[in-house]
């Protein structure tokens, strides 16, 4: 150890450990060599490491970063001079204030057509608006004469047109994943200002002609110190959606209707059902469209179409009510004469109304085709024979009496197989009529 009082003759990096030993009492020749040790470690820590196996060396490397150019937006030593003069102006007010006005061009990219609402008389769209203006106390020397972009931020910072929808219901700009807002400025002052919107605006639709219809909605942009601008967009409709839900279904039960027109009289429960079924229908099918349309204080085509052929429907029922009413009718009157001539029960029912006025007497006479137990003598058959003339014989008077007059409604009325017959070919042809005006008109 050092003892107290001495000096260590060596001075250097390496003193501290040369004076844990002592050195003092070492030979001469000793501290020599201990002290070149003591150098050679001093200088080989100072020099660059090399990598354990490749005998390189160990360099730092430099960072991507420093290879870029040099930042522009860093601060400079000094007092900073903004680009634009935001605070040495008032903003407030627009630009060469007191003196004429500025104009201002507006321009409008649509960008799609979201959606049309019949019942809600509106319409949406997304849209592109741009602004165009000069406002002076922005410009900037540029010597490159390029112009700057700029986010949102500075919009609240400067004036900018107060432009509006006029009839909008909604309207948002859109802020995903930031507001979708460019302010771009020129040198000389010019102003591009551009946001994207989602407007839902009205449209006054005039529906008298729906579904053959076209309509005209505007979107109208105001200022407080501009004019008004129009942007009209016309709307056509497609009407092959409408034909395969109203009107293809519409005939097909105006159609089915005319069935029971070929059904027996007698089958009742056949052509009820049948009537029935298509009222029914037809008032769902009217039911349906008007759910889905506005109510509106004017008739529409499409209700033209459904309610004409809501009463074709309707009229059928009625013919097979008319027709029953005439069957029954007409049988009472044949049970009254049987019960006021009880005589002719015993002549068979088929024959007796086969019988007419238009007989000859020796036709009359003759009882051909009926059974020997039925041949009476000569006294008792001519009565039958009048009998079985005055079953028939306020019908044939009638029929005779019409076709000299020329009155064969009353004919048709009185038959009621001869009205099934006929609206065979007035239901279709009366139809078919109406399809070819309604479709001249609207389409």
């Not at 903004?82 to 649509?110: C, E, K, N, S």
């Not at 460019?182 to 000389?188: A, T």
């Not at 053959?212 to 110190?225: G, K």
């Not at 041949?375 to 024979?385: A, H, S, V, W």
């Amino acid at each position: 150890m050092v003892k107290p009082g001495g000096a260590c003759p060596v001075e250097g990096p390496c003193t501290a450990a040369c004076c844990i030993v002592d050195i003092c009492r070492m030979p001469y020749f000793m501290r020599l060599v201990f002290f070149l040790f003591c150098l050679m470690a001093l200088v080989e820590s100072r020099k660059p490491r090399r990598k354990r196996w490749t005998g390189q060396l160990e360099m730092p490397k430099q960072s991507h970063l420093y290879k870029k150019n040099p930042d522009v937006t860093k601060t400079r030593p000094g007092k900073l001079q903004p680009l634009l003069r935001v605070d040495d102006h008032d903003f407030t007010m627009r630009p060469a204030f007191g003196g004429p006005a500025i104009p201002v061009g507006v321009d409008v990219q649509v960008e799609s057509l979201d959606s049309i609402s019949e019942v809600d008389m509106d319409f949406t769209m997304t849209l592109y608006l741009r602004h165009y203006w000069k406002d002076e106390r922005l410009a900037f020397s540029s010597t490159s004469n390029k112009s700057m972009t700029f986010d949102g931020r500075l919009v609240k910072k400067i004036w900018v047109p107060d432009v509006f929808f006029v009839h909008s219901k909604r309207s948002f700009i859109h802020d995903t994943t930031t507001d979708n807002i460019m302010l771009r400025v020129f040198p000389d002052g010019h102003v591009l200002y551009s946001m994207r919107i989602t407007v839902t605006a009205m449209c006054n639709m005039d529906f008298s002609h729906f579904p053959l219809d076209s309509q005209t909605c505007s979107l109208e942009l105001e200022s407080c110190w501009y004019n008004r601008l129009y942007i009209n967009f016309t709307l056509h409709r497609h009407i092959f959606f409408f034909l395969l839900q109203t009107y293809f279904p519409a005939t097909l039960m105006v159609m089915l209707s005319w069935v029971s027109f070929w059904i027996d009289h007698r089958a009742v429960p056949a052509r009820v059902s049948l009537g029935i079924m298509t009222v029914l229908t037809m008032s769902t099918i009217i039911t349906g469209v008007n759910a889905s349309m506005p109510r509106v204080s004017y008739i529409r085509a499409v209700d033209i179409y459904l309610w004409v052929s809501f009463v074709f429907v309707f009229l059928s029922v009625l013919e097979y009510a008319a027709v029953n009413y005439l069957t029954t009718v007409q049988e009472q009157k044949e049970r009254k004469f049987r019960e006021k001539f009880p005589c002719t029960c015993g002549m068979p029912h088929s024959r007796t109304m086969t019988l007419d006025g238009s007989y000859s007497e020796s036709e009359a006479n003759s009882l051909a085709g009926y059974p020997r137990s039925h041949i009476l003598p000569e006294e008792e058959r001519q009565d039958k024979i009048v009998v079985h003339l005055a079953l028939n014989s306020e019908l044939v008077t009638t029929r005779k009496k019409g076709l000299l007059k020329g009155h064969v409604g009353l004919y048709i009325f009185q038959n009621t197989h001869a009205i099934d017959k006929y609206s065979r070919l007035i239901f279709p042809a009366f139809y078919i009529f109406f399809n070819l005006i309604y479709w001249s008109v609207f389409a």
